[in-house]
């Protein structure tokens, strides 16, 4: 059925840029929108970004903003995160995550990139 891959994680030196990927295949036509989360060990998953592809508006957690952009193509159901300016702090499993019936709880989750921050 529905499947999402993340790719382009990895260890970057802190001041530094990843890109991160998400495939989604098997979506239906009433996916409204996809975005990313991140989880450090023993912490509660957060929101990082996400994109409406209704309009293509998108929303940004306040600590990435001004560093990270999500962009997408709906057509290909790919989400990308350009991440600058890394921190330490950002260091954390990102997930990709697709809308079901309006709800992230609800959704689709890829497997998790792991992206490393060294100070």
């Known amino acids: 059925q529905v499947q999402l891959v993340e790719s382009g994680g990895g260890l970057v030196q802190a001041g530094g840029s990843l890109r991160l990927s998400c495939a989604a295949s098997?979506?239906?036509?009433?996916?409204?929108?996809m975005g990313w989360f991140l989880q450090a060990p023993g912490k509660e998953r957060e929101f990082v970004a996400a994109i409406r592809w209704s309009g293509g508006v998108t929303s940004y957690a306040e600590s990435v903003k001004g560093r990270f952009r999500l962009s997408g193509d709906n057509g290909k159901n790919t989400v990308y995160l350009q991440m600058n300016s890394l921190k330490p702090e950002d260091t954390a499993i990102y997930y990709c995550?697709?809308?079901?019936?309006?709800?992230?709880?609800?959704?689709?989750w890829g497997q998790g990139t792991q992206v490393t921050v060294s100070s």
């Open positions: 098997g979506l239906s036509f009433s996916n409204d929108a």
């Open positions: 995550a697709a809308v079901r019936d309006g709800s992230w709880q609800r959704g689709y």
